[in-house]
């Protein structure tokens, strides 16, 4: 689930934009009430909204390190530009709309624990790119 929300540097986009697909997947079509809880009790929201705050540029640990070349990942306004915040928000969303199908709303109560309404909120009102509009 985290390599959804990962930064990467922008030619391995794809590999975020796959796991995405997978998650979604996996969130429309396998999700029951035993792996919605599994997923609660993982706190899986939870680090997959942290991890997007980093990646959005909304975390005290989000850093862009100052290397140069293909090799550096995207943060920030960087990371809009090239689709990440879309897509891990998109996964996030997927993940937490489906599992209250299975009469929970332990992930939605996580998503709203660690903010992601909010980050969700300042990622489209933040987002310069038509990726913003997908969300």
């Given at each position: 689930l985290?390599?959804?929300?990962?930064?990467y540097p922008a030619s391995g986009v794809h590999v975020a934009r796959a796991a995405s697909q997978v998650i979604i997947a996996f969130s429309e079509n396998c999700l029951s009430k035993n792996l919605v809880?599994?997923?609660?009790e993982r706190k899986m929201?939870?680090?997959m909204t942290d991890d997007i705050k980093?990646?959005?540029?909304?975390s005290s640990?989000?850093?862009n390190a100052g290397t140069s070349g293909a090799a550096q990942s995207l943060y920030g306004?960087?990371?809009?530009e090239h689709?990440?915040?879309?897509?891990s928000l998109s996964t996030v969303v997927h993940l937490v709309v489906n599992s209250s199908r299975h009469n929970s709303l332990d992930l939605v109560r996580d998503f709203e624990?660690?903010?992601?309404?909010e980050v969700l909120k300042r990622a489209i009102l933040q987002s310069k790119s038509g990726h913003g509009k997908k969300l």
């Open positions: 985290a390599l959804s929300g990962a930064s809880s599994f997923l609660h929201i939870i680090h980093e990646l959005c540029g909304n640990n989000s850093t306004s960087e990371a809009e689709g990440l915040w879309a897509i624990a660690a903010k992601g309404t």
